[in-house]
């Protein structure tokens, strides 16, 4: 988690889901689904990243992105799959 590579991947997640949930905001503004403001949609950008750190934090001690190779799933299950 201390390393620069988690915090980099981490910072372009939040500014993707930010600039994504802003967007669908604006968007459904702009359709007349809602009638919001740009100031909450970007209360929103905001929010949205902030869960996205948090998840970032969170679900990393469960997960093996890029610690072992041979830990992905797709090589674990290579070696027991019947091609006769």
Not at 23 to 44: M, Q, R
Not at 55 to 64: C, G, H, I, N, R
């Amino acid at each position: 988690m201390w390393t620069k590579s988690f915090w980099t991947e981490a910072l372009e997640q939040v500014v993707r889901t930010s600039a994504q949930a802003m967007l669908a905001v604006i968007v459904c503004n702009g359709l007349g689904v809602l009638d919001t403001g740009l100031g909450k949609a970007v209360w929103v950008g905001v929010m949205a990243a902030i869960v996205s750190l948090l998840t970032s934090v969170v679900v990393l001690p469960f997960s093996k992105r890029g610690s072992d190779p041979e830990a992905t799933p797709s090589n674990a299950t290579a070696d027991r799959v019947d091609v006769n």
